[in-house]
């Protein structure tokens, strides 16, 4: 997979590669008439792509503790994951945030690299879909995701759910990144 994994121009791609974390996040909305009945629809287009400046071996010993995301960041304030089932549930407060809000979803536990998909089954984002891309590049670790969600409007304006979302995610792989290069394993 390599770098070859993330679907930007070239200049991106470069400063991703020279250690920048890039996030985006573009939410559009719509009125739908299914059923007869006027509805609001929103839908989210989200990536995320950062270098890890370690391996993906030493990076994903620390990053892979999913259940212990409340120890690594200020406002994932509930981490637990449930092996047998795959399941993640934070419970995320931030002053970003509108109100405290909880993520439940779906992702194998992250220990290799490799492809993991994920998805949300429950709560406004219901059926967000996603994958996150995991590879070496020149000995370090690459992280690319990308997430697509349509549904029911959230109640956020599309441009507070864009700020929002794309900023937690940037200011979490900072943190994690930060993290997991000084880490006593």
């Not at 991703?16 to 739908?32: Q, R, T």
């Amino acid at each position: 997979m390599g770098a070859n994994v993330l679907p930007y121009k070239k200049n991106l791609k470069e400063k991703i590669l020279n250690g920048e974390i890039f996030s985006e996040s573009k939410v559009s909305s719509s009125k739908s008439a299914a059923s007869g009945f006027k509805t609001e629809i929103q839908e989210l287009r989200f990536t995320i792509a950062g270098l890890h400046p370690k391996s993906c071996n030493y990076a994903l010993k620390k990053l892979s503790l999913y259940e212990n995301y409340h120890q690594f960041l200020d406002f994932v304030k509930v981490s637990r994951y449930e092996e047998k089932t795959q399941e993640i549930d934070y419970l995320l407060s931030h002053a970003l945030l509108p109100y405290d809000m909880r993520l439940i979803f779906k992702l194998p536990r992250i220990d290799k690299e490799g492809i993991y998909p994920f998805i949300f089954e429950i709560g406004i984002l219901k059926n967000l879909q996603g994958t996150i891309y995991v590879t070496s590049h020149k000995n370090r670790c690459l992280f690319f995701t990308k997430a697509d969600w349509r549904g029911i409007h959230t109640g956020f304006p599309n441009v507070v759910f864009e700020f929002f979302s794309q900023a937690l995610a940037k200011m979490s792989m900072e943190s994690l990144f930060r993290l997991s290069t000084t880490l006593g394993h």
